[in-house]
């Protein structure tokens, strides 16, 4: 598990704190190298996984996991994408009260405004991303977000613990899109004050691009 998280999650603190996590399932297949294992050339030298942990601890969440096949929480749904990523934590982590998601290829995030989206998006008790960016996303967990995992992959609910067992997904290819998932539960877009918090990553060039500015 993590460093960042708790040696045994605190099932009665996810009761009523937030989640983080990171995902880093993904293929990379236009980087062409996994995105988690990128070195930031900064003083810290981390990988962009340990960077991405680190955002969020520093932003005040206590118990953090990674989701992907070579991680924490491997995807149930294979190849159905960030949504499927999500649905594999829910399905481990279900008593968890909200989730605060990030992406592993995001350089340039910060914990302020990581921070400032989990306070808007508890204080609204709505799905909170920044404008033009769905993701990162303050998620809570709740009967719509249910709903849409229901209808969006075939599953087997149970009875003692409302564990999702997915099975499949009825979106082709890549599952599910967090837009998607969006249209179906409240939420509401906020202004990120530095746009290049949000600059992301999925190309050598892009890459790059970030490498100069570090």
């Known amino acids: 598990m993590s460093s960042f998280i708790n040696a045994d999650l605190d099932i009665v603190n996810l009761n009523t704190e937030c989640l983080g996590v990171v995902l880093a399932g993904g293929l990379s297949s236009r980087m062409g190298q996994d995105?988690?294992?990128?070195?930031?050339?900064?003083?810290?030298?981390?990988?962009?996984?340990?960077?991405?942990?680190q955002m969020l601890s520093d932003s005040g969440i206590k118990n953090i996991i990674v989701s992907g096949d070579n991680y924490d929480v491997p995807d149930t749904v294979k190849k159905s994408g960030p949504v499927g990523g999500i649905l594999s934590v829910l399905a481990r982590y279900p008593q968890a009260k909200s989730l605060l998601i990030?992406?592993?290829?995001?350089?340039?995030?910060?914990?302020?405004?990581?921070a400032e989206l989990r306070v808007k998006g508890e204080l609204a008790q709505k799905a909170?991303?920044?404008?033009?960016?769905?993701?990162?996303?303050?998620?809570?967990?709740?009967?719509?977000?249910?709903?849409?995992?229901?209808?969006?992959?075939s599953n087997q609910v149970s009875n003692d613990n409302k564990n999702i067992k997915a099975t499949h997904s009825r979106f082709k290819a890549k599952g599910p899109s967090i837009k998607a998932l969006l249209t179906q539960v409240p939420h509401q877009a906020i202004k990120?004050?530095?746009?290049?918090?949000?600059?992301?990553?999925?190309t050598p060039e892009q890459w790059q691009q970030a490498i100069q500015q570090f």
């Open 35 to 53: 995105k988690a294992q990128l070195l930031r050339s900064d003083q810290a030298a981390l990988s962009m996984l340990a960077f991405s942990k």
């Open 102 to 114: 990030l992406p592993v290829d995001l350089p340039f995030i910060t914990a302020k405004a990581l």
């Open 128 to 153: 909170t991303h920044f404008e033009d960016h769905n993701i990162p996303l303050y998620l809570p967990n709740n009967g719509y977000l249910e709903l849409f995992m229901a209808q969006a992959f």
């Open 192 to 202: 990120c004050q530095n746009a290049n918090t949000l600059f992301n990553t999925n």
